[in-house]
């Protein structure tokens, strides 16, 4: 039995959660759309660059929500879920992890987005276990922060280690399956690295260390 990690945005489903939570933010008159929309677009657009700094993401896109029950927010995420995400998740990644279930593997899925986002969209590909960015809630509402390592970058590294020792497992044998550049720390150390719909960095990295490269629909 292998673990087998998959990034979420991007690789799972086709787009970026958090960007479609934003515009689900504008339509529930959370934020003014157009505004907060082309700050959303800046930002995604150095993530794509490899230059974000994802502190200064999670601030932006949480502060809707200071304020905000978990459960107020959940219970607006769910029916988001089903309506714009469930459609866009990729045909070839339910089969994937269908083959990997049928291996015996364990499977895992390792974001850069919120677990308020994660975890339900994670849920409803039927998987249980994530490892997402940990939302901060103050008093019984959403504070607007975040809590301890955030799972981007090297960060996906170092919470992955932590989440292996508590669980007792290895990455001896691991497949790890993502879009982006942003993920070649994580890549690097599997076993079984697998590059989906690559971006231009991802895919010439992955052209010359000889990775498999999916191309999922």
Not at 36 to 53: P, Q, V
Not at 106 to 135: K, M, N, Q, Y
Request: hydrophobic letters at 40%.
């Amino acid at each position: 039995m292998a673990l087998v990690i998959f990034d979420l945005d991007d690789t799972l489903i086709h787009g970026d959660c958090a960007t479609l939570w934003s515009e689900q933010m504008g339509r529930l008159g959370w934020v003014d759309r157009e505004s907060f929309m082309g700050k959303n677009h800046e930002l995604m657009s150095a993530y794509s660059r490899g230059e974000l700094a994802m502190e200064e993401f999670m601030d932006f896109s949480l502060e809707p929500m200071i304020g905000r029950t978990p459960e107020e927010v959940a219970h607006l995420v769910e029916p988001w879920v089903e309506d714009v995400i469930e459609p866009l998740i990729y045909s070839d990644a339910t089969k994937t992890i269908a083959r990997h279930r049928q291996n015996g593997d364990r499977i895992l899925v390792i974001s850069a987005s919120g677990t308020h986002l994660v975890t339900p969209i994670a849920a409803r590909i039927g998987i249980d276990e994530v490892l997402g960015i940990e939302l901060d809630v103050a008093h019984g509402v959403y504070s607007g922060k975040t809590v301890g390592v955030l799972t981007y970058r090297e960060g996906k590294i170092t919470r992955l280690m932590q989440w292996l020792e508590q669980e007792g497992e290895s990455l001896e044998g691991a497949y790890f399956y993502s879009d982006s550049r942003n993920d070649l720390p994580l890549l690097s150390k599997v076993d079984f690295p697998q590059v989906v719909n690559p971006d231009p960095v991802l895919r010439a990295h992955a052209e010359q260390a000889g990775w498999p490269i999916h191309q999922w629909t």
